[in-house]
């Protein structure tokens, strides 16, 4: 059933990216089978969630396969003299793997085992599809939205102090050093979790079945809602209504002002802006810091390094959202509220719902809502009066964490206690008469 959902769902943003006279998720994908791909890592690391159903032999050949095609395909290119500008040299092979796994399933496999590889393929290609999704939402949010709403955010992150605006000072300040990494960060986020995911499905191959809850859903579903929410409140950011645009170009011929990062935006009565029909209205909320806040969640029960390498995630994730102008403060809270929210959400339907749970997605809901409409319909006053709007705006954020918290731990203690009270609950074996 999920499957016949999510089928539907690219078909008709299929159609919908035709209406624009754009490819479609479908079609870009497909030509990653051959053409250089735009994102090598990624189809890496959708054949490594697909190989947690595999042995360890089978992993190691669908690895050499994947490489040997990739090194083949390298060396047509090479030949024919085919540019790969703006793409990856690599990850065709990865793709080929992904795809061969399938007919496998189909051709040699039956029963539980067909089953079970088809799930490692369907979650490695919902990944690989996930971005191409992501892709063409936000060039559809482009073409459907020629006024945006960042006056109204600008203004209202008077309330946060301006962030981004003293964030792009620091970023500039570390030199190309702390601009790499950051952007490394940015960039590979699917692939850190990925890595989360990985350990979280390690027992998958030995088990046979996966477990009921892990990263690689909520990441999904996030990628999936979010572009919704893009649709209802188009903002493109602050490198882009008041800077010069990303790395440098575009964006000065659409801007409001050319203010960031040096100089604030000044208190006036905002009002939509028409702006380009190529950026992305992207911003509200902030998808890589609700994506990191949940990596950097589902770490938290992993060993040491992979908690420090989720903390490390979500902190250079926000620097990067903010130094680069890619994000206003009030985006990144409401990333935050978003992402805990579906979290939750997430987790009720694999337990079952209850009062807590239900609390608990209704709260997370009316506080993303109540973000939104104030920053829409409040925003002169939040900037008038930061010292009141600035920690109500937080104390709401840290409300859902706390919630959330509270919630999940109440949840953890109750399973813990189930677990333990199982094998006293079953009856003393019966003893037969001699």
């Given amino acids: 059933m999920a499957g016949a959902a999510t089928l539907a769902f690219l078909v008709a943003l299929e159609i919908a990216a035709r209406r624009y006279g754009l490819p479609g998720p479908m079609t870009n994908q497909a030509k990653e089978l051959i053409f250089a791909p735009a994102s090598g890592p990624l189809l890496y690391a959708g054949m490594a969630l697909t190989m947690v159903v595999l042995t360890w032999r089978q992993r190691f050949v669908a690895a050499?396969?994947?490489?040997?095609?990739?090194?083949a395909?390298?060396?047509?290119?090479?030949a024919?003299?085919?540019?790969?500008?703006?793409?990856?040299?690599?990850?065709n092979g990865a793709l080929w793997v992904i795809l061969g796994c399938a007919v496998v399933a189909f051709t040699r496999r039956t029963g539980a085992e067909?089953?079970?590889l088809l799930k490692g393929v369907g979650l490695g290609l919902l990944l690989v599809a996930g971005r191409k999704t992501?892709?063409?939402?936000?060039?559809?949010?482009?073409?459907?939205?020629?006024?945006?709403?960042d006056q109204y955010v600008a203004t209202a992150d008077h309330a946060l102090g301006n962030p981004s605006w003293l964030a792009g000072r620091v970023v500039r300040a570390t030199g190309p050093i702390g601009d790499h990494v950051l952007d490394w960060v940015y960039v590979q986020l699917a692939v850190a979790a990925v890595v989360v995911a990985l350990y979280q499905l390690r027992k998958v191959a030995a088990e046979r079945r996966?477990?009921?809850?892990?990263l690689v859903r909520t990441f999904l579903l996030i990628g999936l809602l979010g572009p919704g929410i893009y649709m209802i409140f188009p903002v493109v950011g602050p490198v882009f209504a008041y800077g010069t645009g990303a790395f440098g170009t575009g964006g000065e011929h659409w801007a409001i002002a050319n203010l960031w990062p040096d100089t604030t935006p000044p208190l006036v009565a905002p009002h939509p802006v028409t702006y380009d029909g190529v950026t992305p209205r992207n911003c509200m909320p902030s998808l890589h810091t609700a994506w990191a806040t949940v990596i950097f969640v589902h770490s938290r029960k992993g060993p040491r390094i992979l908690?420090?390498?989720?903390?490390?995630?979500?902190?250079a994730t926000l620097s990067a959202t903010l130094g680069f102008g890619y994000h206003y403060a009030i985006d990144l809270v409401a990333g935050v509220v978003f992402a805990l929210t579906i979290e939750a959400a997430l987790r009720s339907l694999d337990r079952g719902w209850d009062r807590s749970g239900i609390q608990l997605v209704v709260h997370g809901t009316a506080v993303f809502a109540a973000i939104l409409a104030s920053t829409r319909y409040l925003s002169l006053e939040m900037a008038r009066h930061p010292w009141v709007f600035g920690p109500l705006l937080i104390l709401a954020m840290a409300s859902v964490i706390h919630g959330y918290a509270r919630t999940t731990k109440g949840w953890e203690s109750k399973a813990a206690a189930a677990a333990a009270a199982a094998p006293a609950q079953q009856p003393e074996p019966r003893l037969e008469a001699a």
Wanted: charged share 15%.
């Fill in 80 to 91: 024919a003299d085919a540019s790969v500008s703006g793409s990856h040299s690599f990850g």
């Fill in 114 to 116: 067909r089953v079970l």
């Fill in 307 to 315: 908690r420090y390498a989720g903390t490390f995630w979500l902190v």
């Fill in 210 to 214: 996966f477990p009921r809850h892990h």
């Fill in 134 to 149: 992501g892709d063409t939402w936000l060039l559809i949010t482009s073409k459907t939205h020629p006024t945006v709403l």
């Fill in 64 to 71: 050499a396969v994947a490489v040997g095609v990739d090194i």
């Fill in 73 to 78: 395909v390298a060396l047509v290119r090479w």
